[in-house]
């Protein structure tokens, strides 16, 4: 089974393999041409989406986890119970397993609507899920995947 340090070599690999793909020749002095400057933003693109899948994937990694557990043992571990908890009220006379069924899908659709790396965006995927950005996060990353995101 695929670590979380593996999925992240993975990405570091991807990302140094678009910058060298991106990579060209300039001279400092003079402005960018046309052409670098089209090649630069394709690579903040790809490496934007890059490491936007690695979040999403992580996510749903969690989130896969805990719903095998919750369905096998009906143990909602920290993340299924963070979502419990977060997760409006669900104004219906169903059962808890349906209703729990209803608060994973709503995060699943959350989840596939995200377009962000942003320290926003970061929070909307991780804080359903039990984790608070500020303290789960290393600041150095969540700075650097910011500036990436504007």
Same mark, same amino acid.
Do not use: V
């Given at each position: 089974?695929?670590?979380?340090?593996?999925?992240?070599?993975?990405?570091?690999?991807?990302?140094?393999?678009?910058?060298?793909?991106?990579?060209?020749?300039?001279?400092?002095?003079?402005?960018?041409?046309?052409?670098?400057?089209?090649?630069?933003?394709?690579?903040? =693109?790809?490496?934007?989406?890059?490491?936007?899948?690695?979040?999403?994937?992580?996510?749903?990694?969690?989130?896969?986890?805990?719903?095998?557990?919750?369905?096998?043992?009906?143990?909602?571990?920290?993340?299924?119970?963070?979502?419990?908890?977060?997760?409006?009220?669900?104004?219906?006379?169903?059962?808890?397993?349906?209703?729990?069924?209803?608060?994973?899908?709503d995060y699943r659709k959350s989840?596939?609507?995200?377009?962000?790396?942003?320290?926003?965006?970061?929070?909307?995927?991780?804080?359903? =899920?039990?984790?608070?950005?500020?303290?789960?996060?290393?600041?150095?990353?969540?700075?650097?995947?910011?500036?990436?995101?504007?």
């Amino acid at each position: 089974m695929e670590t979380n340090d593996d999925r992240y070599s993975k990405l570091q690999n991807r990302i140094q393999e678009i910058i060298k793909n991106f990579a060209f020749k300039y001279n400092p002095i003079k402005k960018p041409t046309s052409r670098q400057q089209d090649l630069i933003r394709a690579m903040i =693109l790809l490496c934007h989406a890059e490491f936007e899948d690695y979040l999403e994937e992580t996510a749903y990694l969690l989130l896969k986890t805990g719903e095998e557990r919750w369905d096998k043992d009906k143990i909602a571990n920290k993340n299924i119970a963070a979502l419990f908890l977060e997760h409006d009220k669900i104004d219906t006379s169903e059962t808890y397993i349906t209703k729990s069924k209803q608060a994973i899908n709503d995060y699943r659709k959350s989840l596939k609507a995200n377009n962000g790396i942003k320290n926003k965006d970061i929070s909307k995927i991780f804080k359903p =899920l039990g984790y608070k950005i500020d303290d789960d996060f290393e600041q150095t990353f969540l700075n650097d995947l910011e500036a990436l995101g504007s």
